[in-house]
């Protein structure tokens, strides 16, 4: 049984693999069609995220082990936690630590109460979030490579520097994506103005030449 468990485990990655490959494959072939724009974070708040996830996702499982499965989440430095933890002691635990980051503006725990997720579920998951990512790539006018896609088991948490406009539209997807059955949105909402400011520069930071600092 075991061995029939990690076969169909093993395969299930494979799909979801291919499934991803095979989404940046078609964005190659149509990128001048879709809508594939910079990120609105600046390089900075791009690298600042990442330390936030790395930091906080590393110090959590090794202060809580197996008693949590705890997933770290940050887009312009808004800090979002999903997952599974054994009792509201440890919720409240992990959101305390998260506040106390220096760079997190905010924290929005999504925790749940109960035993770990399977592996199992962990990847339909990840099929989840690869299925609406790539509706979102070919979704006009939609600023895919400026949002954040995180699904936990029917639900799904998005997080973004959009207008209101392009929230409507990724909520929308979202939604009518099949295995959803809830939509939690986190935007950062922007106008016009500041959505063509934000493009404008960050067209300018891909044109600067990489180099490596002294």
């Given at each position: ?8 485990l ?9 499934l ?19 990120d609105?974070?600046s ?107 995180v699904a936990?088991g029917?639900?799904v ?9 392009e929230?409507?539209i ?19 909402i922007?106008?016009?103005a ?21």
């Open positions: 049984m075991r061995i029939k468990f990690i076969g169909k093993l395969a299930l990655l494979t799909l979801i693999s291919f991803s490959s095979c989404a940046v494959v078609a964005v190659g072939g149509v990128a001048a069609g879709a809508s594939v724009m910079a609105r974070r390089p900075a708040t791009q690298a600042i995220d990442k330390g936030i996830g790395l930091e906080i996702e590393n110090a959590l499982d090794k202060k809580f082990g197996d008693s949590a499965h705890i997933n770290v989440t940050s887009l312009n430095q808004k800090v979002l936690l999903t997952g599974e933890v054994k009792d509201a002691s440890i919720k409240e635990q992990a959101t305390a630590y998260t506040k106390g980051n220096k760079n997190v503006r905010s924290v929005f725990n999504e925790l749940v109460i109960g035993p770990n997720s399977s592996y199992t579920a962990r990847a339909n998951d990840a099929y989840l979030e690869s299925k609406i990512k790539t509706q979102m790539i070919f979704t006009d006018k939609l600023p895919s490579n400026s949002m954040t896609i936990e029917s639900s948490y998005l997080m973004g520097i959009l207008t209101q406009n929230a409507e990724a909520k929308k997807v979202a939604s009518n994506t099949n295995g959803v059955k809830d939509v939690y949105a986190y935007f950062d922007i106008s016009e500041e959505k063509m400011r934000l493009e404008k520069q960050g067209k300018a930071d891909e044109s600067q030449p990489n180099s490596t600092p002294n």
